[in-house]
């Protein structure tokens, strides 16, 4: 069963997250350490539930959380703000991160303990 962003919103909310920006389609949360990811409102089906930096490393994890998909190519959106941008179809540079897919909470769980770090 894939996790849907209503779900996964519950999971920040019960870590103390609370959106810093958020529009129809994205929420943004700034984790420990000052990651940031977008949750994808768009998302009903829960596919690309999650949007992280393309810089974020979360590649690692995959042979550790098999219950954890990452996207084909790259996700663009000028909603995620606090991402880098790059030349896509359009004229200008769009922000892009990657996009992912959860069908345990267990592999949600495991990925915000991955990009949040230990704790101090």
């Not at 999971?11 to 940031?36: E, I, N, W």
């Not at 990811?37 to 596919?47: F, M």
């Not at 880098?84 to 069908?103: D, Q």
């Not at 345990?104 to 101090?120: D, V």
């Amino acid at each position: 069963m894939t996790i849907k962003t209503d779900q996964f919103q519950d999971l920040l909310k019960a870590r103390g997250h609370t959106p810093f920006h958020a529009t129809k389609k994205k929420q943004g949360y700034k984790l420990r350490r000052d990651v940031t990811v977008y949750l994808n409102l768009a998302s009903a089906s829960g596919v690309t539930a999650l949007i992280v930096r393309p810089d974020s490393g979360i590649e690692a994890l995959l042979d550790k959380v098999t219950e954890m998909q990452i996207g084909s190519g790259y996700y663009h959106s000028s909603k995620l703000t606090d991402f880098p941008k790059r030349m896509h179809r359009g004229k200008n540079p769009i922000s892009y991160g990657v996009g992912l897919t959860f069908l345990s909470e267990a592999s949600a769980q495991a990925c915000l303990n991955f990009l949040e770090g230990p704790k101090t």
